[in-house]
């Protein structure tokens, strides 16, 4: 079973190739052009100790990565997060998305957050259902807000009150 801790910057390209891969190939998000190494560092940096981004590592290999992102700047959505969870396109279906998940939500219930939000392409029926496996309910639908691979995308937001 693979181990699960917080990310370090040694494991910044790993993510980033696991999330380029869904840049290129997939609507499950609306970035279109992979992110370079240094956009990854950024990223990094803005997480702090409220925003925690974690992995999970098997064998020395990094195969997915989690995320507690700031949902908005302005400081009243302080205690609101936005998910993230990835995992590399080859370890789908092991219930590794759920392992995830679950330390996710237990982490923000420490961080004292108080919401957490997934944004969610409405045709990724994997990660629709993960959520919903957590107890996230659809609290947004919006038509045609994205336009990629050249169709236009509907996004649903979904969310759980810790
Ligand atoms: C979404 C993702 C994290 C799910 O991870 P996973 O390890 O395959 O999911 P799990 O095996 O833990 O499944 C959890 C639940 O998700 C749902 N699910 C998983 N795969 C599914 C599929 N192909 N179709 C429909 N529902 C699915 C099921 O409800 C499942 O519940 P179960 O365990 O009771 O069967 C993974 O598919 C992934 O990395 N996708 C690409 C990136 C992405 O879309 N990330 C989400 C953006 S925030």
Redesign the pocket.
């Known amino acids: 079973m693979p181990t699960l801790r917080l990310a370090r910057r040694d494991d910044l390209g790993a993510i980033n190739d696991i999330y380029n891969h869904?840049v290129l190939h997939?609507t499950?998000t609306y970035q279109t052009e992979p992110s370079t190494l240094e956009e990854r560092q950024a990223w990094f940096e803005v997480h702090g100790v409220r925003h925690p981004v974690t992995v999970l590592e098997e064998e020395g290999r990094v195969i997915g990565w989690g995320a507690l992102n700031k949902f908005h700047p302005r400081a009243a959505y302080g205690h609101t997060v936005e998910?993230?969870?990835?995992?590399h396109h080859d370890q789908?279906?092991?219930?590794?998305?759920?392992v995830l998940l679950a330390d996710l939500m237990d982490r923000a219930a420490q961080l004292g957050h108080h919401v957490v939000i997934?944004v969610?392409d409405a045709s990724?029926?994997?990660?629709v259902?993960?959520h919903?496996?957590f107890g996230f309910v659809q609290c947004g639908h919006f038509r045609e807000v994205g336009f990629k691979f050249g169709q236009w995308l509907d996004v649903v937001y979904m969310q759980k009150v810790i």
């Open positions: 869904y997939s499950c998910n993230s969870v990835y995992l789908q279906g092991r219930g590794l998305g759920s997934a969610i990724q029926a994997p990660s259902g993960l919903a496996k």
